[in-house]
């Protein structure tokens, strides 16, 4: 084990030195990975250095303690039990810190949400998760863009993309996605009578152009007329954009921008972030016998939460976790939930030993 924490520690320092190299610092795609996984190490290191230390510590409080008598010894024997202390907490800490990172870690976040089961209903629900998950980005100080957002009739969405820009955002962000239910009595109800609805969230980290290379001679371009609230544009000019991608029947479609050659950049960069995913899916369905969907059919036997109105309770079904805080989670504070599925994830890495 020391060393492994020794060669991570050498690592640490290459790395932090090529950092200030010209060879890194002009090359953006270099830098980034760079950069990316420097944060990554910093913490690592940073308890290994301190392990280091406490032990030494807690070694030197020992020998003083064989030296002395009295008072002084007894003070020297704390010093040393308090080390100790310490030394079980940082080796815990270790434990954890030593898991394999999440390839996506420190990426930026897309997040595509539709209206599932339920009509007009599952729509307005939809509409109530993109809200709360703008809540729960602006409680982490994360940057949001709005990529796509289709409304339906009744003010609710039939479909909503947004990009999710911050450190940790795909850590904390990465757990939502999949079915999620809604029970409640809703606003297209006369009789007041609890349905059950549902929305599909679909959470991808951001590819950059280096992490997928596509070939202009796989995609399908079509333009056409946007439809729907936009402007002057509107019915005037070909600005909407649908891309095709031909290997894998991708096709993502935005006419939200005003120009033909933004709606294309848009649709470019939910479609690297698509291929990403499925190159991502497609390798840890060849290391694993079970693959899970995200989407699924987003029927109402299929969920990964439920969010229960009438009782004020959110209940993620993948862990078994229930908190009756339902409005303050659709007001942003999610928190307790994506802490006790890190949780559970970390637990499950340790139990198969990393």
Avoid at 65 to 84: P, Y
Avoid at 150 to 163: E, H, V
Avoid at 228 to 250: C, E, F, Y
Avoid at 271 to 294: D, F, N, P, V, Y
Wanted: glycine share 8%; hydrophobic share 35%.
């Amino acid at each position: 084990m020391q060393e492994r924490l020794d060669s991570i520690e050498r690592d640490f320092l290459e790395l932090e030195a090529s950092l200030a190299t010209q060879e890194v610092l002009g090359d953006q795609a270099l830098l980034r990975d760079a950069s990316r996984r420097y944060k990554q190490l910093t913490p690592l290191v940073e308890c290994i250095r301190e392990l280091r230390q406490v032990s030494g510590d807690a070694a030197a409080a020992r020998e003083l303690m064989a030296e002395t008598s009295g008072d002084e010894r007894d003070s020297f024997r704390a010093e040393a039990q308090a080390a100790d202390q310490r030394i079980e907490e940082l080796e815990e800490r270790l434990k954890l810190l030593l898991l394999p990172p999440d390839e996506n870690d420190g990426k930026n976040v897309i997040m595509e949400i539709r209206g599932a089961e339920g009509g007009e209903e599952a729509n307005l629900f939809a509409r109530d998760l993109m809200e709360m998950y703008l809540a729960f980005a602006s409680r982490r100080g994360w940057g949001v863009e709005t990529i796509q957002v289709d409304d339906s009739d009744m003010g609710g969405i039939n479909q909503a993309t947004l990009l999710f820009k911050g450190d940790d955002a795909w850590s904390r962000l990465k757990f939502e996605g999949g079915p999620h239910r809604v029970q409640r009595v809703p606003a297209t109800e006369s009789q007041g009578r609890v349905h059950t609805s549902s929305a599909t969230v679909m959470v991808m980290p951001e590819a950059e152009e280096v992490d997928v290379e596509i070939n202009d001679n796989d995609l399908e371009i079509d333009v056409y007329r946007a439809s729907g609230a936009g402007g002057q544009h509107v019915n005037t000019t070909d600005s909407a954009v649908r891309i095709t991608h031909k290997p894998t029947g991708l096709v993502v479609a935005m006419q939200d921008e005003r120009s033909q050659l933004q709606n294309r950049a848009r649709a470019m960069q939910v479609l690297r972030s698509r291929l990403l995913k499925l190159h991502q899916e497609e390798k840890e369905a060849r290391m694993s016998a079970e693959r899970r969907s995200q989407i699924g059919g987003g029927g109402r036997g299929e969920k990964i939460r439920t969010y229960n109105y009438k009782e004020n309770r959110i209940t993620d079904h993948r862990i078994g976790f229930t908190l009756y805080q339902l409005q303050a989670a659709l007001a942003g504070d999610l928190d307790a939930v994506v802490d006790a599925l890190a949780a559970d994830l970390r637990a499950r890495q340790l139990a198969d030993g990393g």
